[in-house]
């Protein structure tokens, strides 16, 4: 009888659930798993820094041809008699700002930040001043777009102007009022600066970089 009133009390005790039994990873596998993961997060690290370097740099071409562009198209292009300037005067001052703007030791030698030095063998600054009136696009230097950097194997300079007088009149409105246009262009090599073997398996080392600036210039309308 006692046994009997046992077995039907303890229906009504509560029971613990029975513990689960916890699995944990040996450790040769977590050591394992973080050598896979590893050089894979090397490798992307490794290019998000590369690629911000890159863009950092790119940023900075494009504000020297900006700060250059929106300087000098208060200027005049041409000489006092009317001629196209041929002596350069104009485009050698507004290709040179571009250099000076890069590389502030030009100007002063104890400058100790960021400087981004053009190569002459290998880099090239273009400046074109071109006029457009209705459906007529003209350049407004008879040498051509001047370059900063001509050297006897590539008399225009390393590298043709990306801009046409036709590239310029496909880009305008037909109904658009004459005007005048300042085109600096910077086409520059970037170097990496990590040189990691993965990354110039992607993107060729030097990189080439181009950057542009489109002003308008009072002194280029056409008449």
């Given at each position: 009888m006692q046994k009997a009133l046992q077995g039907i009390f303890s229906l009504f005790r509560k029971t613990d659930p029975p513990q689960k039994r916890l699995v944990r990873k040996p450790w040769g596998q977590s050591l394992v798993e973080v050598a896979i993961a590893f050089p894979i997060l090397i490798m992307l690290f490794g290019g998000v820094v590369e690629f911000g370097f890159i863009l950092n740099t790119y940023l900075s071409l494009l504000d020297a041809t900006r700060e250059s562009a929106r300087y000098w198209s208060n200027d005049d292009p041409f000489l006092a008699d009317g001629v196209t300037d041929d002596d350069v005067n104009f485009y050698f001052e507004t290709a040179y700002d571009v250099e000076k703007l890069l590389d502030p030791t030009i100007l002063d030698s104890a400058y100790q930040g960021r400087r981004i030095v053009l190569d002459p063998a290998k880099d090239d600054v273009?400046?074109?001043?071109?006029?457009?009136?209705?459906?007529?696009?003209?350049?407004?230097?008879?040498?051509?777009?001047?370059?900063l950097f001509p050297t006897p194997a590539h008399a225009s300079g390393n590298y043709p102007s990306i801009f046409t007088e036709t590239s310029i009149l496909n880009a305008r409105v037909g109904s658009a009022p004459n005007a005048g246009i300042l085109l600096v262009e910077l086409h520059y090599n970037y170097?990496?600066?990590?040189?990691?073997?993965?990354?110039?398996?992607?993107?060729?080392n030097p990189l080439h970089l181009q950057a542009y600036t489109i002003m308008p210039i009072r002194s280029g309308e056409p008449e």
């Open positions: 273009i400046v074109s001043v071109y006029g457009a009136e209705g459906s007529d696009v003209e350049l407004l230097r008879n040498a051509g777009p001047y370059h170097h990496h600066v990590l040189n990691l073997p993965w990354m110039t398996a992607i993107l060729p």
